[in-house]
Antibody
Framework: EMQLVESGGGLIQPGGSLRLSCAAS????????MSWVRQAPGKGLEWVSI???????YYADSVKGRFTISRDNSKNTLYLQMNSLRADDTAVYYC??????????????WGQGTMVTVSS | DIQMTQSPSSLSASVGDRVTITCRAS??????LNWYLQKPGKVPKLLIY???SLQSGVPSRFSGSGSGPDFTLTISSLQPEDFATYYC?????????FGGGTKVEIK
């Protein structure tokens, strides 16, 4: 069964850093386009970042320069390093696989989500 | 950035009703349009990709159509498990923007 399992969320003070992990099973992270999508409490979905199979990365303007997407092929795991966190970064963060190499992503597999709360 | 506008933002319908949700992109996105369903507290689920292709395992009462800027998601006969929020998403270019969502509620 193909699955994504996230970890690393929690409560963090403004300005702090956090690294989210997304462990994949049943498929290879490095062979797929992988993204992070977030959802603030009571709000809609917001695309955050993508890493292509070739390693190229893109970010939403709201996180550019603060967040870094990466992967560890040996661990079959996707990461999101989040620095200079702000209150408006508070959200459930999902990792997701693009099942169809659809440029930016048609996400057929999602993790269960990990909550990040930025508050003093 | 490409803006995605969904309408309506909410609707009330009864079991068995035919339901249509529309999504408009701020520019042409060819057929790079996907539809998701999300129930409260749950993970989004892919229903339709590439505007009209049904994701494996999704019931055939769901269908998608359109190209360019205008797209439609249709539920031919609404079932109790379909009451949820639906999102469109363009996958034509980064950022992969989502629509604001359409909440389908029980009448």
């Amino acid at each position: 069964e193909m699955q994504l399992v996230e970890s690393g969320g929690g409560l963090i003070q403004p300005g702090g850093s956090l690294r989210l992990s997304c462990a994949a099973s049943g498929f290879t992270v490095s062979s797929n386009y992988m993204s992070w999508v977030r959802q603030a409490p009571g709000k809609g979905l917001e695309w955050v970042s993508i890493i292509y199979s070739g390693g190229i990365t893109y970010y939403a303007d709201s996180v550019k320069g603060r967040f870094t997407i990466s992967r560890d092929n040996s661990k079959n795991t996707l990461y999101l390093q989040m620095n200079s966190l702000r209150a408006d970064d508070t959200a459930v963060y999902y990792c997701a696989r693009d099942g169809y190499n659809s440029r930016v992503g048609a996400f057929d597999i999602w993790g269960q989500g990990t909550m990040v709360t930025v508050s003093s | 950035d490409i803006q995605m506008t969904q309408s309506p933002s909410s609707l009330s319908a009864s079991v068995g009703d035919r339901v249509t949700i529309t999504c408009r992109a701020s520019q042409s996105i060819a057929s790079y349009l996907n539809w998701y369903l999300q129930k409260p507290g749950k993970v989004p689920k892919l229903l339709i990709y590439a505007a009209s292709s049904l994701q494996s395992g999704v019931p055939s009462r769901f269908s998608g159509s359109g190209s360019g800027p205008d797209f439609t998601l249709t539920i031919s006969s609404l079932q109790p498990e379909d009451f949820a929020t639906y999102y469109c998403q363009q996958s034509y270019s980064t950022p992969g923007t989502f629509g604001g969502g359409t909440k389908v509620e029980i009448k």
